[in-house]
């Protein structure tokens, strides 16, 4: 049985916001793949240092594709990005390592952006990966060799090995299971807490979004755009199972969202 | 670490095992062959390796054999640079790789007996003739497998690297090279394979040396020994450099998908 009372998360709040400087704002004005049908209407965002903020939203509400906008993968049809850092990775929904390559070298695959010699990429990515929990025997390994928690481990590893200020997560989290998906929430927010990395979440999980989130922005299809901004109120240490449910119901209580999510009588399992 | 070499070289010889015993079992079918249906039809399996022996023995059969392989690979090689070369590039542009579907498909379907007449014209009866054959027969097998290596590789890889910011250069050879030449390869072996067989046929049609020449002389003579003499030579050189050049290539290349 899980205690409800004990913290779902232990870490300490990354304080006031409000005061910190922006570190990435997205300003999308109008987005198409195709001519003719709109992705994203206008839609915005601001994110400060050491924030995490959360975007939630139906299946093709075009959440991801807002995020592929703020981390410079595409561009926008018309819009604007700015971004004090160039220091960013991406965690994918799958892990995209490279089968080629042992773990190891996949860790430090994403060192190449940078001016670093072989040896210190090595270093780098051979701390971090013990930082993670990896073993010796593991890092010789190709990724077909590996489960599947421990390749989207060896994925964030790659990704926290640039030492990111801004990190993009694209539902990174949506094929483990719970256990597997906690260790990863505490390797991130340990990034967030330490080193006050700033953090933008794609999700369709609310309850994963209100538990690691400064602010969740709710999005609605047809075309794309913000519907909703709720401030998680409690910090994140503070947060439980049992009051994670109690800020659901506050969030889902808005009709519009519970509509969007087909979640209507939500309380409903079946 | 030592368990792990071991059982690498326990397969390897294992695997040679296997080729033997295959070897093997088609001298023996030769021999009832041989015996069914008497020596004008197939000569016994001995005579003909004495016979190659023979052949090998002469100055001039070590010449042939050499000038065959030297023939071989030289259309071989040319059509692996340009097809390459070309299917790379063909890859990248959608509209190139839309243009170049009728002419692989045109190319492949040539017979390559087409294009020995047409090297007779042009080449005369010189190396140019069995080189442009092997070079014209293999390029449209390369370049298409250089191409789809290209078309399928998975975006999603690309998109990472290009999210670490990795320059392009490292981005190829790490990422891009490794999925073209799973594709690649297989297309690669099997023009191998058609280079050694197309080069004998244009030989036989317009050379004086070369095994293919031998084979003619052969059949002038309606000498079956040496005829099936020189088959043996010719695949015995094509298992010979499966075993020696391709497989270790492969295992080279390809290791990673046979991690445990």
Redesign the interface.
């Known amino acids: 049985m899980l205690n409800d009372t004990a913290p779902l998360l232990s870490v300490v709040p990354s304080g006031a916001a409000d005061t910190k400087p922006s570190v990435l704002s997205v300003s999308v004005e109008d987005h198409r793949y195709h001519p003719l049908q709109q992705t994203l209407a206008p839609s915005a965002l601001e994110l400060k240092k050491g924030e995490v903020v959360s975007i939630i939203g139906p299946s093709g509400c075009g959440k991801s594709t807002f995020l592929r906008i703020a981390a410079g993968l595409i561009e926008a049809s018309s819009g604007k990005i700015s971004s004090t850092t160039d220091r960013t990775a991406i965690l994918f929904q799958e892990h995209r390592l490279l089968p080629w390559k042992s773990l190891l070298n996949n860790i430090s695959f994403g060192l190449q952006g940078q001016k670093l010699s072989k040896f210190q990429r090595m270093k780098k990515a051979r701390a971090v990966a013990y930082a993670m929990g990896f073993t010796e025997d593991d890092l010789i390994k190709y990724p077909s060799e590996l489960s599947g928690g421990m390749r989207q481990r060896g994925a964030l590893a790659r990704a926290l090995a640039v030492e990111p200020d801004l990190l993009f997560l694209d539902e990174p989290f949506s094929a483990l299971d719970i256990g597997r998906r906690r260790d990863l929430y505490r390797l991130v927010l340990h990034e967030v807490d330490e080193k006050q990395c700033s953090v933008l979440m794609v999700t369709h999980d609310v309850t994963e979004a209100l538990a690691l989130s400064d602010r969740v922005l709710v999005m609605a299809p047809d075309p794309g755009h913000f519907a909703k901004e709720y401030e998680v109120p409690l910090a994140r240490s503070e947060r439980t199972r049992r009051n994670l449910l109690e800020l659901e119901a506050s969030l889902l209580a808005d009709d519009r969202i519970a509509q969007l999510f087909n979640m209507s009588n939500w309380e409903q399992l079946v | 670490m030592i368990h792990h070499m071991l059982s690498t070289l326990l397969s390897k010889l294992w695997s040679g095992w296997g080729t033997l015993a295959g070897v093997f079992l088609i001298f023996a079918l030769w021999q009832v062959g041989f015996e069914a249906f008497g020596s004008l039809v197939l000569p016994a399996p001995l005579e003909a390796l004495s016979r190659l022996v023979d052949l090998v023995a002469l100055p001039s059969g070590l010449e042939y054999i050499l000038i065959t392989a030297k023939r071989a690979f030289a259309g071989f090689l040319l059509a692996s640079a340009f097809g390459i070369f070309f299917g790379l590039i063909a890859g990248w542009s959608n509209t190139l790789s839309l243009l170049c579907k009728p002419f692989i498909t045109v190319a492949l379907g040539v017979p390559p007996i087409a294009w020995i007449v047409l090297a007779l014209l042009w080449f005369g009866g010189d190396d140019g003739t069995p080189i442009f054959t092997v070079f014209i027969s293999t390029i449209p097998l390369i370049f298409a497998g250089a191409l789809q290596g290209v078309r399928m590789r998975e975006k999603?890889?690309d998109?990472?690297?290009?999210?670490?910011?990795?320059?392009p250069v490292?981005r190829f050879w790490?990422?891009q090279a490794?999925q073209i030449v799973s594709y690649l390869f297989p297309a690669w072996a099997t023009a191998l394979g058609l280079s050694w067989k197309v080069v004998v046929m244009a030989e036989l049609l317009s050379s004086t040396r070369g095994i293919g020449a031998g084979l003619a002389e052969a059949r002038v003579n309606i000498d079956t020994a040496s005829t099936m003499a020189w088959i043996v030579v010719v695949v015995g050189l094509l298992l010979v450099i499966e075993g020696m050049l391709l497989n270790p290539v492969k295992d080279y290349v390809e290791g990673?998908?046979h991690?445990?």
């Open positions: 999603e890889l998109e990472m690297a290009q999210s670490f910011h990795v320059p490292q790490q990422v490794p990673w998908k991690a445990e």
